[in-house]
């Protein structure tokens, strides 16, 4: 079974916007991480961030983590074309790691 | 993905045939996994290895075996294809505490008609 769940499922902005996805979860966790999938490829990992950190930043991204809502947010500042693609979280609670189904994003030029 | 490659790519199989896919890594990583992907459920773990010899069971593991004779392959198994089985399949990578996260495959897209 799924431990993220990301929402929303798809989002559309326009290139320069920010776009922002969430993931929910629901046991303890070690830490969380954020996913890139582009249309055919496997995932790429983005960012961690550990279940004792409250946000990190990577360049445009910038991903926070608020445990007792046992939730996830990644943000990406300035959107590009180069952009689109499924946003996936994973969390570690130690024993494994746990993937959502994803969020579709499209950066329209 | 640099350091792990994926075999087949592409594969079409007829019900009830055995299929073996093929993980390579060149990393010397001592974890390998391979997951599935299927719309609408993300990717969920099928087995993983901790080590030569050494494999454990996901959470959908039935129909599914798999083996590792040495540190940089990973083989995984179906051992009597069912169209449930259609999916693309991920092999990953990681050190031990996953600190640097996983690392990926480019993935084998499988077919079972």
């Known amino acids: 079974s799924q431990q993220g769940e990301e929402d929303p499922q798809a989002l559309s902005i326009q290139e320069g916007e920010n776009a922002t996805m969430n993931c929910s979860y629901k046991?303890?966790?070690?830490?969380l991480q954020w996913y890139r999938q582009n249309s055919g490829r496997g995932l790429v990992h983005l960012i961690l961030?550990?279940?004792?950190?409250r946000e990190k930043h990577s360049g445009r991204l910038r991903v926070t983590l608020d445990t007792s809502k046992k939730s996830s947010s990644l943000l990406i500042t300035a959107s590009r074309a180069a952009d689109t693609a499924s946003y996936f979280c994973a969390t570690d609670n130690g024993n494994d790691m746990r993937f959502g189904a994803g969020t579709r994003l499209t950066v329209k030029p | 993905d640099a350091g792990i490659t994926q075999s087949p790519r592409h594969k079409v199989t007829e019900t009830g045939t055995p299929v073996t896919l093929r993980c390579h890594q060149t990393e010397n990583h001592r974890y390998m996994y391979w997951y599935r992907q299927d719309p609408g459920h993300g990717l969920r773990l099928i087995h993983y290895s901790y080590g030569v010899k050494d494999t454990d069971k996901g959470e959908v593991s039935d129909g599914y075996s798999v083996s590792r004779s040495k540190t940089e392959d990973f083989l995984l198994t179906l051992e009597s294809a069912t169209s449930s089985q259609t999916s693309v399949y991920f092999c990953a990578i990681s050190e031990g505490d996953r600190t640097y996260g996983y690392t990926f495959g480019s993935g084998t897209r499988l077919t079972v008609v």
């Open positions: 046991t303890s966790i070690n830490n």
């Open positions: 961030i550990r279940s004792n950190e």
